[in-house]
């Protein structure tokens, strides 16, 4: 078994959906069964099950850290990739999404030969919002908010 995780996009806004395409496969010389794909809901996000495959475990909105499974079944050794969905709902103030999957099998047919290409991780960063700014007074609240979020990211790194 074979699988490779990207994001459908380079960054992510906060706010925004992000959404992740699972390529998987089984390359080996024999048909694999019970085959599993586990993802777990990265930090600072929550599951979007309007934007992912149909089939996961996870409710829509389930926090991070929660583990989400989506059954396979039975997947023939013909190498052919096959392509699901995984998407969250990334929290304001994440500056970075780190994303990991794991496939595996019941093991009914042995174990597999090259566990390598069992995993994948992939990382996404967030982009700030910008809001446009059309007055004095709305750029002085602009950056007075700016200034304590840098503030309390400096407390954080102390």
Sequence with gaps: ???????????VTPGAVLVFQLDYRNIGN????GVVITET????????LAGSTAGWTCADGAAE????EFAVGPLAADGVVHS?????LVA?????????V????????????????NDSDVSVSARPVWVPVDSAWALILLSLGLAMLA?????RLV
């Design 1 to 11: 078994l074979a699988i490779q995780k990207r994001a459908r996009a380079g960054f």
């Design 102 to 117: 794991h496939i595996g099998d019941d093991g009914s047919n042995g174990p597999d030969p090259t566990p390598d290409n």
């Design 41 to 48: 809901v990265p930090a600072g996000t929550t599951f979007d």
């Design 30 to 33: 024999q048909d694999a069964t």
């Design 92 to 100: 304001a103030g994440v500056g970075t999404v780190h994303n990991h």
């Design 84 to 88: 699901i969905e995984f998407a969250v």
């Design 65 to 68: 850290g929660t583990t989400c």
């Design 151 to 155: 503030w309390r990211q400096r407390r």
